[in-house]
């Protein structure tokens, strides 16, 4: 499938600055620039779907963590501790 872009002539300079720096193609600069994006966007629509399987998996079950029992285990790990992992249970 052929795709043809139009490129802003500013942004076709700015690349030119950056591929003259790294020693590569604007075409191959580009080439990675969107295949970065698109693996950012199919991570992110994983992460969304990931989201709403556990939510509906905590809605049918009745069973969570509140969320200030969750970033106090965090913050215990971030300052080293060993905190006990906090446990699920029915949210009224």
Do not use: N, Q, W
């Amino acid at each position: 499938m052929a795709i043809s872009l139009r490129i802003p002539d500013g942004v076709k300079k700015r690349i030119a600055r950056l591929v003259a720096r790294r020693d590569t193609t604007a075409h191959a600069f580009m080439l990675e620039a969107i295949r970065e994006k698109v693996e950012d966007e199919e991570a992110r629509l994983a992460f969304y779907a990931e989201a709403k399987r556990r939510l509906a998996r905590m809605k049918k079950s009745g069973l969570a963590i509140p969320g200030g029992e969750v970033f106090d285990y965090l913050r215990g790990h971030a300052e080293g501790g060993k905190p006990a992992r906090p446990k699920a249970r029915r949210i009224a």
